[in-house]
């Protein structure tokens, strides 16, 4: 069988793998000078290939159609991965948060040993193939037509999959190409929208004075004031930008909040809160009994001199601002009304969210074609004979830690698979 593959990313290089171990014969078509430019640039070029957790706890961790992915994790999972990496001599670890990396902290290592394993199963590769059409007859692929070198040709396939990406990170070549192609061929495309994304905030002037610090073992809490619920929580690691937030909570909280219904105008209307848990392992009471002790000891220093020891360098002057106590005040002239408010502050330092930063600041997609239209057991379409979907393009996305990587593999290794 002739295999035809569009797109050259993690799904595309699975479904390679997977279609030219049953002895299919397999080109990828990829419009960018190489295949795998996304996975270079992920976990910031050190690559968080997957995650350890055990694949029935994946689900949990996708909020966008998870379960539509059971069939696909039960084809390849995370340890098929680690053994193609480790065939190819690439060592991983476990990291903080079940996150698995290579051993050398370098993403390079881990395209170098796909295509490797491509190599060895003899997947021709064209680069600046820029496919612009899949031919079709009597409701059934065809072929391709595609640009190479400026020169329009064609090739023939019983088989295409389509692995072009999200429309994230459009520099690597996910710019919406495989969108346009499917929904030429009927196929519908729910909304895209960034997700894995940065946030921005109302009080950009506190994020930018406290930009580029990095906040670990904090509490997170998104709260919508209309009705007062928590919307997302989290612990862990966060950033400070010129702009609002980032890092690895609000990353993954910003693919659960796109989700909540009518979110354009709650940020609109200033109704989404970021709550900020300086200190989640003392509660309130515990935490104004170590203050005490502190301005117990600091009694004759001024206040701005006496929170060294509680909080980041960075932190002290907005959190004294915000508290609204003389910075230059005596210890043990603060009241006791001062005091208790300058520790809520510390368990409740928030801001307001306004809107997601651009998908091009996104790591990942959410949305795309849409589940319904894809068998789930082999990613073939449900429209078109012999087309098949693998990665991004499909609207499924997840949090942060290895869960997007791992979709893209088992979708582009079922989609590879013969049915």
């Known amino acids: 069988m002739k295999v035809v593959i569009i797109g050259g990313g993690p799904a595309g290089m699975l479904a390679s793998i997977?279609?030219?171990?049953?002895?299919?014969?397999?080109?990828?078509?990829?419009?960018?000078?190489?295949?795998?430019?996304?996975?270079?640039?992920?976990?910031?070029?050190?690559?968080?290939?997957?995650?350890?957790?055990?694949?029935?706890e994946f689900i949990k961790n996708i909020p966008g159609n998870g379960r539509f992915l059971y069939s696909a994790f039960n084809n390849f999972t995370n340890q098929d991965i680690i053994d193609i990496l480790k065939k190819q001599k690439v060592q991983v670890r476990n990291e903080r948060g079940n996150r698995i990396f290579p051993v050398s902290d370098k993403s390079k290592d881990v395209l170098e040993a796909l295509l490797k394993e491509l190599e060895a199963l003899k997947v021709r590769i064209k680069t600046?193939?820029?496919?612009?059409?899949?031919?079709?007859?009597?409701?059934?692929?065809?072929g391709v037509k595609y640009k190479e070198n400026g020169q329009e040709k064609e090739l023939l396939a019983d088989k295409v999959i389509l692995a072009t990406g999200g429309k994230s990170y459009s520099s690597t070549g996910s710019t919406g190409d495989g969108y346009k192609m499917a929904m030429k061929l009927g196929h519908t495309i729910t909304k895209i929208k960034p997700s894995l994304v940065p946030l921005v905030a109302k009080e950009k002037e506190l994020c930018a004075s406290l930009q580029g610090l990095s906040l670990r073992n904090v509490q997170i809490k998104f709260i919508n004031t209309e009705n007062k619920k928590?919307?997302?929580?989290d612990f862990g690691e966060m950033l400070?930008?010129?702009f609002g937030v980032s890092g690895p909570t609000i990353l993954s909280a910003s693919a659960h909040i796109l989700r909540v219904k009518n979110i354009e105008n709650l940020l609109k209307e200033d109704k989404i809160i970021l709550s900020i848990d300086l200190k989640p392992a003392l509660s309130e009471e515990k935490l104004d009994t170590r203050v005490l002790k502190d301005f117990e000891e600091y009694?004759?220093?001024?206040?701005?001199?006496?929170?060294?020891?509680?909080?980041?360098?960075?932190?002290?002057?907005?959190i004294i601002r915000l508290s609204k106590i003389n910075p230059d005040k005596k210890v043990n002239e603060i009241s006791?009304?001062?005091?208790?408010?300058?520790?809520?502050?510390?368990?409740?330092?928030?801001?307001?969210?306004?809107?997601?930063?651009d998908i091009n600041e996104a790591i990942?997609?959410?949305?795309?074609?849409?589940?319904?239209?894809?068998?789930?057991?082999?990613?073939?379409?449900?429209?078109?004979?012999?087309?098949?979907?693998?990665?991004?393009?499909?609207?499924?996305?997840?949090?942060?830690?290895?869960?997007?990587?791992q979709i893209a593999y088992s979708t582009g290794f079922t989609a590879g698979m013969e049915e």
């Open 128 to 142: 600046n193939a820029e496919v612009t059409e899949i031919l079709i007859d009597e409701n059934k692929v065809i």
């Open 299 to 318: 009694k004759n220093k001024q206040f701005k001199n006496s929170i060294e020891n509680l909080l980041p360098k960075k932190m002290i002057e907005p």
């Open 336 to 357: 006791k009304k001062e005091r208790l408010e300058f520790v809520h502050l510390l368990k409740n330092f928030t801001v307001t969210i306004k809107e997601f930063r």
């Open 364 to 405: 990942i997609t959410a949305g795309g074609i849409n589940i319904k239209e894809i068998n789930s057991s082999t990613m073939e379409s449900k429209i078109i004979k012999g087309l098949y979907f693998a990665g991004e393009i499909i609207d499924v996305d997840a949090y942060t830690g290895g869960f997007n990587l």
């Open 230 to 233: 928590v919307i997302y929580e």
């Open 240 to 242: 400070f930008t010129h």
């Open 18 to 56: 997977s279609s030219a171990k049953n002895g299919n014969s397999v080109t990828i078509l990829e419009k960018m000078n190489m295949c795998g430019k996304k996975l270079l640039i992920t976990g910031k070029g050190r690559c968080n290939i997957t995650s350890s957790l055990e694949m029935s």
